[in-house]
């Protein structure tokens, strides 16, 4: 397929892109601060940028009519709105996290949540020094699943890919679950795996967790 990325000269878009050509399909179209690179019309957009980026996005994805796969975290309210409004013409893959482990962290907090009343929970995430949002966006949905309004520390440290604790304790025991990306190909495998769940979709508004 040819994919376009807004944002590919970052840390994401540079993995995504070389994911993407390795299985043979084609960078044809990029949008970076120095703006736009057009080689051909894109088959699907994904986004990897920041949440001042969103509007471009949102811009080239109605101007090319593609899906949308967006791993951009700390977006605010109106911007997820606007996801799901551009869903309804086409499809758009929403993730904090494209990780399969992240996916299974979070069945494990749906499965205890309820069986950890009166417990301290508390979560850590661990991140290279360059990202720019704090907490990850991948913490809050840790915490949303969770259901419960527990503090989230946040380490920056050197360039670790992304590492993520849940802590909980009662007076007897700590138990914990833990996730740590070895490299950013984690996410972009589940980018990979989201474009060809959507690629022959007409609309519609996932997340990573639909995608498998
Ligand atoms: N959902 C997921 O699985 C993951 C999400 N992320 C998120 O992806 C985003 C990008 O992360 P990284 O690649 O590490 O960041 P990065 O800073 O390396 O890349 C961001 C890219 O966006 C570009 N950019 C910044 N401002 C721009 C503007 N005004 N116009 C056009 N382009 C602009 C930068 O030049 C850069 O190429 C962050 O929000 C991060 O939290 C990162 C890893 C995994
Ligand atoms: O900025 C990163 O690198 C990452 N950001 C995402 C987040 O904010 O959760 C996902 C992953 O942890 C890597």
Redesign the pocket.
Known sequence: MKIGI??????????IKDLFEEKNHEFVWG?????EYFQDKPQIIV???????FE?TEEYVRKFNVPLI?????LQDEQFEALKTLSKNVPVVQ?????IG?QLFLKMVDFLKDKIDGWDIEIIET??R????KP???AKMIKDKLGKDVPISSLRLGNV??DHVLYMANLGEVLSVSHR?LS?R??AE??LKSAEFVINKKNGYFT?TDVI
């Open positions: 807004v944002g590919y000269k970052g840390r994401m878009g540079k993995e949008y970076d601060k120095d703006g986004d990897f940028s920041l949440p001042e980026v471009k967006i791993g951009t975290t700390a993730s904090y996290n494209f990780s992240i991140h290279h360059f990202k720019k949002d990850s966006g991948t890919s992304g990306a950013r984690a996410f589940g980018v990573f």
